[in-house]
């Protein structure tokens, strides 16, 4: 059974050719409006959501199938303390796929262990988002023709922002990326994604303090919204929350086709302003986002009707160490649920959570 928690789940030729089947699906809708007939898509949100939850629900209905699930965990019995395991054992006898949002990392993961159908991580914590990946990935060949041998500045709360993590493990596996991280010393890239991108040869990167100093190398500016829920700590989040404020004036020394992306929602880390100049692809992007999903919907529900084994997923593939260590995040879903106490043992030697990556205590 094939899921998608972290975007390395698909190789990178799977990967392109979902993003080739959104744009068969762009190019030709109504080619697609029945192939999930009579297919069921489960919807299971424990944290808000606009455009994952309603861009999944859309694209479920354009390619005919249909939706069920809750918006918020409190209207379902996970109110009664029902475990993430249960949950999906019960939701598997009513459908044929799950998109799950949780705010504890590594949720989708013990999900993807229980469900017997194809789990699709919606977004853990401050962990991953594959589907914004996805999303970021099709607006990126759509808006610049390629995935490779490019300039990204990544803006922003690095620490919380899971849309940076997944897209960041993405682009690390073409040629020719360099990653800017712009952010506060309190938001930069947590340890273990600092760590992935040192032991990649492929992306180089380095990390500045202002988007101004690099604007004009940028060929993609990522920025993302300082994540107010995340943070432990108030004054800390006020310390750092008007960081970054990108207004039409800092773009008078960017390319002139470069584009913004952002996976939205914004606060104030984008003026309005910004909205009218025809580098800002975030609302496009956001459109992107209902044909990627309606493109791996369809795959994952092919896969599962042919038994499709894994071709290579790490989590999965890896040796784990059992029950021998404690996760040291309390966000992780570890912290919080029975499960099994899954570790991998990485090259350097260092044991990081199965489920959300942290450095074993
Ligand atoms: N980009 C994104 O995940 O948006 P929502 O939180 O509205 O789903």
């Known amino acids: 059974m094939r899921h998608l928690i972290d975007p390395t789940d698909l190789t990178v030729e799977e990967t392109e050719r979902i993003i080739a089947l959104a744009e068969e699906i762009i190019a030709d809708r109504a080619a697609f409006s029945e192939v999930c007939k009579g297919k069921k898509l489960a919807t299971l949100f424990y944290e808000p959501s606009t455009r994952t939850r309603l861009s999944f629900t859309s694209a479920m209905l354009e390619l005919g199938g249909q939706v069920i699930g809750f918006s918020d965990a409190n209207s379902s019995s996970v109110s009664k303390g029902e475990t993430v395991a249960d949950t999906v054992r019960v939701i598997r006898c009513f459908a044929d796929i799950i998109a799950m949002r949780h705010y504890k990392e590594g949720a989708p993961l013990v999900a993807s ?117 995340r943070f432990l700590d108030e004054e800390e989040f006020d310390r750092v929350k008007n960081s970054f404020v990108l207004d039409p004036s800092k773009l008078v020394s960017a390319k002139k086709d470069m584009i ?96 959300c990556e942290a450095k074993a205590k």
């Open 113 to 229: 262990q229980y469900a017997g159908i194809p789990v699709i991580n919606a977004g853990d914590g401050s962990h991953a988002h594959p589907t914004q990946t996805l999303t970021d990935l099709l607006t990126i060949k759509r808006e610049k023709g390629r995935f490779d041998h490019m300039t990204i500045g990544f803006c922003g709360d690095l620490k919380f922002g899971r849309t940076v993590h997944s897209l960041l493990k993405a682009l690390s596996r073409y040629e020719g990326i360099e990653a800017i991280l712009i952010s506060p010393e309190e938001l930069r890239l947590p340890d273990y994604m600092l760590q992935e991108l040192r032991s990649n040869s492929k992306i180089r990167f380095r990390e500045v303090r202002t988007m101004e100093e690099v604007m004009p190398e940028l060929d993609v500016l990522y920025m993302t919204r300082v994540q107010k829920e």
């Open 260 to 355: 913004v992306l952002h996976p939205l929602p914004r606060v104030n880390e984008i003026t309005r302003a910004v909205d009218n100049d025809p580098r800002a692809a975030y609302f496009r992007q956001v459109e992107n986002g209902k044909f990627v999903r309606m493109a791996l919907i369809y795959t994952l529900l092919r896969w599962a009707d042919e038994n499709k084994p894994f071709e290579r997923t790490p989590v999965f593939g890896a040796d784990y160490v059992v029950n021998e260590l404690e996760c040291q995040n309390r966000r992780c879903i570890s912290a919080s649920e029975d499960v099994d106490r899954l570790f991998v043992r990485g090259d350097d030697g260092v044991c990081r959570c199965a489920y």
